[in-house]
């Protein structure tokens, strides 16, 4: 099953604007984290925020959570080529306990 | 680089047959999950060995299993192969029996069955 759903499914901009990803997800969580996956690779893991956390930073990364409506945000600031890959959404599935849900994905493009 | 390795990185096989694919976890690492990524969709969470034993199950088949052996690395066994069954999969390895933190992913292997 799939917790999280991205949104968009694809975005293309400039090199240099801001990119923002959404992702809902349906049961409670501990924590959401963002993975990114150049293409056909391995998913590399960028931030994490716990359920206690509303927003989070790093570098050009700024990461929201609002847990009563259960969606997050990833904004990508002053994008560069480079950015451009496959950005997923995963959250621990509560009752659960060992495994991270992946949502489908945003595809994004950076343009020079 | 994570330093989680798997192997073969691509290989073909055809419906019926069965296939194992290893992966070596980062030093420091006793917990292994396997993910199952179809192309343009996210990854499916397979299963976890955490010290040798299964530790969570996703909604996949008997004929998928796996091995957890006691440096940490570990197999996935797929038998029977179905041509859904293609797919890059994925091993990523972390600390502790509970997902409370980061996943550290190999680059895949990628699975064609014809």
């Known amino acids: 099953s799939q917790q999280g759903e991205e949104d968009p499914q694809a975005l293309s901009i400039q090199e240099g604007e801001n990119a923002t990803m959404n992702c809902s997800y349906k049961?409670?969580?501990?924590?959401l984290q963002w993975y990114r996956q150049n293409s056909g690779r391995g998913l590399v893991h960028l931030i994490l925020?716990?359920?206690?956390?509303r927003e989070k930073h790093s570098g050009r990364l700024r990461v929201t959570l609002d847990t009563s409506k259960k969606s997050s945000s990833l904004l990508i600031t002053a994008s560069r080529a480079a950015d451009t890959a496959s950005y997923f959404c995963a959250t621990d599935e509560y009752q659960a306990g060992t495994a991270l849900i992946f949502g489908k994905g945003t595809t994004l493009s950076v343009s020079s | 680089e994570t330093g989680v390795t798997q192997s073969p990185t691509h290989l073909i096989k055809t419906r019926g047959q069965q296939v194992t694919l290893r992966c070596s976890s980062q030093?420091?690492?006793?917990?292994v999950s396997w993910y199952q990524q179809a192309l343009g969709q996210g990854p499916q969470f397979i299963f976890q060995?955490?010290?040798?034993?299964?530790?969570g199950r996703g909604n996949f088949p008997p004929r998928f299993s796996g091995l957890q052996f006691p440096n940490y690395s570990s197999e996935l066994n797929v038998n029977a192969l179905e041509l859904d069954d293609s797919a890059l999969y994925l091993c990523?390895?972390?600390?502790?029996?509970?997902?409370?933190?980061?996943?550290?992913f190999g680059e895949g292997s990628r699975l064609t069955v014809l």
């Open positions: 925020i716990r359920s206690n956390e």
């Open positions: 990523a390895s972390s600390s502790g029996s509970v997902n409370t933190g980061e996943l550290f």
């Open positions: 049961t409670s969580i501990n924590n």
């Open positions: 030093s420091g690492h006793n917990t």
């Open positions: 060995y955490y010290r040798e034993e299964e530790n």
